[in-house]
């Protein structure tokens, strides 16, 4: 009898994956209609829609399951069902996401169960790669009839129902800047390119990758494509650096759209370009974030069998919201929600998390973190610190329980490790300390003209990520640019209202008075006359506003996950 009911979970779970899967390349399919229609907003949503699918295709399995299957599954009916399923998945091309559809059910109905290999798919159930596709995942391009020919081919393999303004033009700037860009290559002999036929959509661009090798050499090679203001095609610029492919595929962005038949192939292509990136943030960057947590856990495992050092309090200030703390051999922090916040926190645990979501599904436009919410996650007692068990006992107690060598975070949060701004710039030399200034103005401003405003923007809540860019990472103060009403301090009618200490004038809960900044943001009047000189329009009312009003007439601000310089020259503007 169990043996039949297992049978009927496991073709259960893989119905509901492949309809998942389905649905996703669906709408994933979709971005290329919008960005020939230039529908950006439309874009925005369906990322925003593709991120919900997941959970809602895993509500309908749950509902499913539980209408037939015994109420209580045993170990061994989870083992019956884990080898069932694991044969229906065996010759699939996304099979390594068909197992974490099949953990995420596992969690679901035994939330509070061990993370068990026998039950779950922990570890990787196969050996070799997923088979791959009939049709390859890329292209590969040789230069017989001459570079400029072959460049044209990949333009125009890789275009779309739109019109190129000027093709020749777009070919002659990538060529030049392949030639500064690398000048290792010295003739045509030996060259050639793959590239990925599936083409990558994210805000307003659309973007060719793929892999240059010359000799025994291989470097990325990226050519955004964006629109002008008539809707015809043109390159924008040429990638063709490790470092500056990183950031196009950072942390700090939105979900790429491309169609994935075969996402460990892609993710491999990926990884080889970028060997220095984890596979569980490649898997994220194109929208499988669920298997990105799948590959982030089984990379943490592993990460604790190579080394032996501490877990502990991460260095900064600490938060008034959340505990945090990291392991100083691992690129991550880890983030708990604390038990009870301070009276001006007027927020709920609820709230914060709500918030969380709202980042992730919303464009991050470069400037906020990505993160990875886990339940029930399991850590060896013995690698934390005296000091982090009692500050965890101490201000999140109904979050944490420790069962024999083990503790176990009922809720956390994973973030990549950056550097807390108000401790980068407690160090910086005077250049570094301006470059630090002015990136934390624009990412203030970034975050603005997309429509999110951080509300608490204390240093404190700023990280300096590797490639220098400041990053925000603290949510629980957020809220749509679009909710806030901007208002200036009223003069002050009175000798006694100009003195007092307290507000004279009423003040709303969504009321922000940008003023105030100057003076809470900077403690050094050296460093607040810097800021003011690069950003001093953020301390005037009346440039939000401007914002607003281009937020509420449904303008998207362009953003581009490459330097402006980089950009090439051209007679027109691009639309905006």
Not at 261 to 283: A, V
Not at 381 to 393: D, G, K, Q, T, V
Request: charged share 25%; glycine share 4%; hydrophobic share 40%.
């Amino acid at each position: 009898m169990l043996m039949d009911a297992a049978e009927r979970v496991a073709r259960d779970v893989f119905a509901h994956f492949r309809a998942y899967r389905n649905d996703f390349e669906s709408l994933t399919e979709s971005a290329r209609r919008r960005f020939e229609n230039a529908d950006w907003l439309g874009i925005q949503d369906a990322g925003a829609q593709r991120l919900a699918q997941y959970n809602a295709s895993m509500r309908r399995l749950v509902v499913s399951v539980r209408g037939y299957a015994p109420a209580t599954f045993s170990p061994s009916f989870w083992r019956d069902i884990k080898m069932k399923y694991r044969a229906l998945i065996a010759t699939e091309s996304d099979r390594e996401l068909a197992e974490t559809y099949y953990n995420s059910l596992h969690r679901h109905i035994t939330s509070r169960g061990p993370v068990d290999d026998e039950q779950m798919f922990v570890a990787a159930s196969f050996d070799d790669p997923p088979p791959a596709p009939e049709q390859p995942i890329f292209t590969t391009y040789h230069p017989h009839d001459g570079v400029v020919r072959m460049i044209k081919r990949i333009c125009q393999d890789h275009a779309m129902n739109v019109p190129w303004r000027n093709l020749d033009r777009d070919v002659g700037n990538i060529l030049r800047s392949l030639a500064e860009a690398r000048p290792e290559i010295e003739s045509a002999r030996h060259l050639s390119v793959r590239v990925l036929n599936s083409l990558f959509y994210r805000n307003k661009g659309t973007y060719a990758v793929g892999a240059l090798t010359y000799k025994d050499q291989t470097w990325p090679i990226v050519l955004p494509v964006l629109l002008d203001a008539n809707g015809k095609a043109y390159v924008d610029t040429l990638i063709c650096d490790e470092d500056e492919l990183s950031v196009v595929f950072s942390f700090t962005r939105a979900y790429f759209m491309v169609s994935t038949p075969h996402p460990h192939g892609l993710i491999e292509f990926l990884h080889q370009l970028l060997p220095n990136k984890k596979r569980s943030e490649l898997y994220a960057s194109i929208g499988l974030h669920k298997h990105g947590k799948t590959e982030f856990y089984r990379g943490f495992v592993q990460h604790l069998a190579d080394s032996d050092d501490p877990f502990d309090i991460a260095p900064g200030i600490k938060g008034t919201v959340m505990a945090v703390f990291m392991l100083p051999s691992y690129q991550s922090v880890f983030k708990v929600i604390k038990d009870q916040f301070p009276p001006q926190k007027n927020i709920t645990a609820r709230e914060v998390r709500a918030k969380y979501y709202t980042v992730k599904k919303h464009d991050r436009v470069g400037r906020m973190a990505d993160t990875q919410e886990f339940e029930n996650f399991a850590f060896p007692l013995a690698r934390f610190m005296p000091e982090l068990i009692a500050e965890l006992e101490s201000v999140a107690p109904s979050s944490i329980s420790i069962i024999g060598n083990t503790i176990i975070i009922k809720h956390l949060y994973t973030e990549r490790l950056m550097t807390p701004l108000n401790l980068f710039i407690a160090d910086a030399d005077e250049e570094l300390l301006k470059n630090a200034l002015d990136e934390y103005g624009n990412a203030i401003k970034q975050l603005a003209a997309a429509n999110i405003f951080p509300g608490d923007m204390l240093l404190k809540n700023f990280g300096v990520t590797r490639h220098g860019r400041v990053v925000f990472y603290d949510y629980d103060e957020i809220s749509y640019l679009s909710d806030v009403n901007f208002r200036a301090i009223p003069e002050p009618r009175t000798l006694e209202e100009e003195m007092s200490s307290e507000a004279w004038y009423s003040v709303a809960k969504n009321d922000v008075f940008p003023e105030e900044f100057r003076r809470f943001l900077f403690g050094k009047p050296s460093i607040k006359k810097l800021f003011t000189d690069m950003h001093g329009e953020l301390f005037d009312p009346e440039y939000w506003k401007g914002l607003q009003e281009g937020i509420h007439e449904g303008h998207v601000t362009d953003v581009f996950p490459y330097r402006r310089k980089k950009r090439f020259a051209r007679l027109a503007t691009p639309s905006g």
